[in-house]
């Protein structure tokens, strides 16, 4: 019996003080208020029917995860399709439009579209509602929770709104411990609700995002 809904689920802030942006790179874990952010999220959730619980291999959202595994007694399933994407910018601190002056950079910037700094936008859509299915068939009835990235969500977003999915990352709409939920119609996914449970957490936090 496949799952009623699939909540796709942002890791709370992540401790960084040299504001780095830090893509895939190990040893990254929640801050403080990331933890609260996290717990909050799947507080939120209380007394709802969740049967499974997918986690990002990435410190971030393993730590995302534990509240949720914690207050429904789910085990944590890592995975590695809901993973953030790589890219060239990692380990520095991305600029605009200062980082145009530096010529090695620009072999990585001829194509926002794609982009030509990191995994295509195409790629990520595909993984993401690859895994996102996958999860969808095997539950056993029940919502399911998978706990992942600004960026692999808001391509699954655009994706089943039909949207362009290349986009100006400052207008992204995943803040830290949102839920963007999918229902199943037909053969495909449609996204029936978005929350913030820790938005009155948000003024207080340091988005890096992703680019």
């Known amino acids: 019996m496949p799952a009623d809904l699939i909540h796709l689920v942002r890791h709370g802030e992540v401790h960084n003080p040299d504001r780095i942006l830090y893509g895939r790179l190990p040893g990254y874990h929640l801050s403080e208020l990331g933890h609260t952010m996290a717990d909050v999220a799947a507080a939120s959730f209380a007394d709802r029917p969740l049967t499974a619980l997918y986690a990002s291999p990435l410190q971030r959202a393993q730590e995302s995860a534990q509240p949720w595994s914690e207050r429904y007694g789910l085990p944590i399933t890592t995975e590695e399709r809901i993973i953030e994407p790589a890219n060239w910018f990692e380990g520095g601190r991305l600029q605009f439009p200062k980082v145009l002056t530096q010529p090695r950079a620009w072999p990585h910037l001829v194509n926002p579209l794609k982009p030509s700094w990191g995994e295509a936008y195409v790629s990520i859509e595909a993984r993401m509602l690859a895994a996102i299915?996958?999860?969808?068939?095997?539950?056993?009835?029940?919502?399911?929770?998978?706990?992942s990235h600004q960026l692999p969500i808001v391509m699954v977003a655009r994706s089943v709104k039909k949207m362009r999915l290349a986009h100006d990352p400052r207008n992204r709409r995943c803040t830290l411990s949102s839920v963007t939920t999918l229902a199943r119609e037909g053969d495909h996914f449609v996204e029936v609700d978005y929350q913030e449970p820790a938005g009155e957490l948000l003024a207080a936090s340091i988005d890096l995002g992703a680019v």
Not at 138 to 147: D, L, N, P, S
């Open 133 to 147: 299915d996958d999860a969808w068939a095997a539950a056993e009835g029940g919502e399911v929770i998978m706990v």
